[in-house]
């Protein structure tokens, strides 16, 4: 297969150029001015482009349970999130699933399903499907199969959360009634709950530091999410966790990009212009040089609509721009085959028709040499 003509992504830069795809082992064979014999794919007028690694998308939960209390069958969720994701220009996609200490749809009989789900479904699915467990450090007792997950290979990222509700500054009502609903708990049985975690709050430090050890030790690499202070973000990179999710603010920012960690921030915030709960804006942290990845969170399509925002907004050119949600995030990652298109890597590319710089769309996505998405078929010859 020769994807034929398109202004190809190499090396930050666009050049019109063909890519030829060896359909034997999926990589990518050339690229070049020209390309081989075989079927083509005209992408004169677009762009050809990595495709997107989204290292933290927790959307399917609104496949799972679009209303509280309204469930959905869990393969039925994955498929339909699928579907969505190579839309959109998603090849690798790192599902967000929330293990805590509440029951319902963050509990543990739901992260066992949906990892199961994950492993059962990957090699039907469009995106290479993987689990990026996003534990909740005060669910003390999944420390030890989370270990043994981390053994087997199960993971492929884990998140250090911390959601509790504080006890000196409490989460609006509304949170602490969208967080019993989504548990199957009333108000009462929520705050109970959270009062019988906050006493072994001593606890929790310790299990980190376990669990950190057993990811380092199986290659698995480690986020610290919502880090509020430069003390919290040391804390976490001397444990070799380098992945800072949402910091939320400057000062522990600075600090993690000073020291080389990987700042995670939500595409939705630059496609939407700011935070939706009012923290950093992630179009102004880029351009302070803050921010090196872009995921998807809430919204499959931001990835793929937030580079574009930002070469409109002039805060960075598109080849660099699309590093923040393709070479960067594969880096962080250890996903070394993939995030760029050289020979050799994976051929997991996305064809855009962006003459609507606002408003980009995904004509064609591969991942590992197949088309698993095609918007217009005419193209092909």
Not at 127 to 152: K, P, V, Y
Request: aromatic fraction near 6%; charged fraction near 20%; include cysteine.
């Amino acid at each position: 297969m020769r994807i034929q003509g398109g202004q190809v992504l190499v090396g930050g830069q666009f050049v019109e150029a063909d890519i030829v795809v060896d359909d034997r082992d999926g990589a990518i064979a050339s690229v070049g001015a020209n390309g081989g014999n075989g079927r083509t794919y005209d992408a004169r007028g677009l762009y050809v482009l990595p495709g997107i690694v989204d290292i933290h998308a927790d959307a399917f939960e609104r496949q799972l349970m679009p209303r509280p209390g309204v469930g959905f069958p869990t393969d039925l969720a994955l498929q339909e999130s699928d579907r969505q994701a190579v839309g959109n220009g998603i090849t690798t996609l790192f599902h967000g699933v929330t293990w805590s200490w509440e029951p319902g749809l963050r509990g543990a009989d739901n992260a066992r399903a949906v990892l199961n789900a994950i492993e059962a479904l990957n090699p039907s699915l469009g995106a290479d499907t993987r689990c990026h467990l996003r534990h909740e450090t005060f669910n003390l007792a999944a420390e030890a199969e989370i270990t043994d997950w981390l053994g087997d290979k199960r993971i492929g990222m884990l998140g250090f959360n911390d959601h509790m509700p504080s006890a000196d500054a409490p989460p609006r009502t509304r949170k602490i009634a969208e967080m019993a609903a989504r548990a199957g708990l009333t108000v009462e049985e929520f705050n109970a709950l959270v009062e019988r975690l906050r006493a072994r709050a001593n606890e929790v430090p310790g299990s980190i530091e376990r669990l950190a050890h057993a990811a380092n030790d199986n290659g698995v690499a480690t986020l610290s999410h919502d880090d509020n202070s430069p003390a919290q973000r040391q804390w976490f990179r001397a444990l070799d966790c380098r992945l800072a999710e949402f910091p939320v603010n400057l000062e522990t920012a600075d600090d993690a990009t000073r020291a080389g960690d990987n700042v995670v921030m939500g595409a939705p915030n630059v496609v939407r212009g700011g935070s939706h709960i009012g923290w950093i804006a992630a179009a102004d942290m880029i351009a302070r040089g803050l921010c090196t990845v872009l995921a998807s969170d809430y919204y499959y399509p931001a990835p793929l609509l937030a580079p574009f925002r930002l070469a409109a907004d002039k805060v960075a050119p598109l080849g660099q721009a699309w590093r923040f949600v393709s070479a960067h995030p594969a880096q962080a990652a250890g996903l070394d085959d993939r995030g760029t298109l050289e020979s050799g890597k994976r051929a997991d590319i996305v064809v855009v028709d962006a003459n609507d710089p606002l408003r980009p769309r995904a004509l064609a996505t591969m991942t590992s040499g197949r088309f698993v998405h095609v918007a217009d078929a005419s193209r092909f010859n």
